[in-house]
């Protein structure tokens, strides 16, 4: 019943459970014509893989992704789940656009994401740098692995900022105006970004050293007036109170089953309408509400409940 009022079918069980209980794109699409259909699985619905099981840290091992991340010695998982979310969000596309398909031609469509295919898509950079049996790019922390200095480092009152420098111009202003080390800008041992990154067991001592008199706060206000990329390295607690997102107003409430909560604004700022951020449900609250308007009454829903069904 919830089929014949529906746009999308989206489902995530094991390759071939959904058809076995009637619900592939195959078996749905003569009665449903509109119906947009997306499987979400592991490894896709086919190939040697179909089969296995996959959780987020799976998919990070087997598409690459933890063997360019994390230290040298030891790789690092991400710290929230990029495989899951990355399917997600390629199932959110791809069924925007099948639904803006469908209003022209009529007709719903068959979506299948992959989870792995979806993290190597993420993977592109690494996977091109290592491309015909080239080097990969090597686990570097939060350094970045080719460029120098990119990267954390720490200050005098125990924190720590991120920087990054995109070309010669910015090494030199970095030199001189944040390092105070003119001398630096002229070296021709750092001459070059690859002679840098070559280096930069070289160059850490003396730029931490140059920063140990330094607040993060301090650090920060040299960066900006040489216009020099930077960020603090915030922790959680940081971002809640991150004064960028007060600013622009990203914060609202919503109602939950424990209380009024905080939450962020969905990303992209559209002035053609407010978004809605509905209240969290309760487990089953909206049961008797949703089937009442497929046609159940309420002995019919009351039959279902003793049934254990709902």
Known sequence: RLLDVADVLVQNLAPGAAARLGLSYEALREKHPRLIVCDISGYGSDGPYRD????????????????????????????????????????????????????????????????????????????????????????????????????????????????????????????TEVLERPDLASDPRYASNALRTAARDELQPLIVSSFAGLSAEQLIARLDAAQIANARVNDMHDVWQHPQLAARQRWTEVATPAGPIPALLPPGKVDAFTPRMDAVPALGQHTDAILGELGWDAAAISRLRQLAAI
Not at 79 to 98: E, F, P, R
Not at 117 to 134: C, T
Not at 139 to 153: K, L, M
């Open 52 to 175: 296995k099981k996959a959780y987020d840290l799976l998919i990070q091992s087997e598409s690459g992704f933890l063997s360019v991340t994390g230290a040298p010695d030891a790789p690092a998982k991400a710290g929230c789940s990029i495989a899951d979310i990355s399917a997600g969000m390629y199932a959110y596309s791809q069924i925007l656009a099948a639904l803006l398909q469908r209003g022209r031609s009529g007709r719903g469509c068959h979506i299948e994401v992959s989870m792995l295919e979806s993290m190597v898509e993420w993977m592109s950079y690494p996977l091109y740098y290592a491309f015909d049996g080239a080097t990969p790019p090597p686990r570097a922390g939060a350094a970045h692995a080719t460029i120098y200095p990119y990267g954390p480092f720490p200050t005098g009152d125990g924190k720590t900022v991120m920087l990054g420098l995109q070309n010669e111009r910015e090494w030199a202003v970095f030199c």
